[in-house]
């Protein structure tokens, strides 16, 4: 193996460390707010496809809060994991819940096809939407959120090939706009207030 090939790794993660050194990510990151900060970071905008393939964008969801979460369908652990919370999330909500679109963008256009996503969120509640694209579609919308990914080669594994990629969840107003955003150790409780605030901002 080259030592280009030894380097590469280690030269993706200091990239990765310095974006999120810099102030305003680590503001963002922490939950703090620098005026209009958090609004200038994330630009909700997508241009993707449904499970039954029909073209969708940020638009077609404007009227009620986002709940959004970027991950694949061949995700061994924190994806299932953030997915089943999103669904206890909506069950608290009880009648509420249907004030809010709960969304699954996929980060692996390669497999994530509509019919698999569909296949897949059958594991978990009903209401949660999966939306797909193309390559170049996704790294759209994951940069808008600014969500990082990268594919993460594993041979052991049947899959081939992982997703690292960013687990926060993201809460967007009913016109599209960013109001908070969740990491994988936010208090269930904390969600829940925040989401049923959202339904009179």
């Known amino acids: 193996m080259s030592r280009m090939r030894l380097l590469l790794p280690l030269v993706v993660l200091v990239g990765i460390l310095a974006w999120f050194s810099t102030p305003m990510i680590s503001n963002f990151l922490s939950g703090q707010k620098d005026g209009n900060q958090g609004r200038a970071?994330?630009?909700?905008?997508f241009n993707l496809v449904n499970v039954e393939g029909e073209k969708v964008?940020?638009?077609d969801?404007?009227?009620k809060p986002m709940l959004v979460y970027f991950g694949f369908t061949y995700c061994p652990d924190v994806c299932p994991t953030e997915l089943m919370r999103i669904g206890q999330l909506l069950d608290a909500l009880g009648r509420d819940a249907d004030k809010?679109?709960?969304?699954?963008?996929?980060?692996d256009p390669d497999r994530d096809t509509p019919q698999a996503m569909q296949s897949y969120l059958k594991s978990f509640h009903p209401a949660i939407i999966g939306l797909t694209g193309?390559?170049?579609?996704?790294?759209?919308?994951?940069?808008?959120f600014r969500v990082f990914y990268s594919k993460a080669e594993d041979p052991g594994s049947n899959a081939g090939?992982?997703?690292?990629?960013?687990?926060f969840v993201y809460l967007m107003d009913k016109n599209g706009e960013y109001l908070a955003h969740?990491?994988?150790?936010?208090d269930f409780e904390l969600m829940l207030q925040r989401i049923k605030k959202s339904f009179s901002s």
């Open 134 to 144: 193309t390559p170049e579609n996704i790294k759209d919308a994951a940069s808008s």
């Open 57 to 59: 964008t940020q638009k």
């Open 61 to 63: 969801f404007h009227g």
């Open 182 to 186: 969740f990491s994988p150790q936010t």
């Open 41 to 45: 970071l994330i630009t909700a905008s």
């Open 161 to 167: 090939y992982l997703i690292d990629h960013s687990a």
């Open 100 to 107: 809010i679109h709960p969304i699954l963008i996929s980060v």
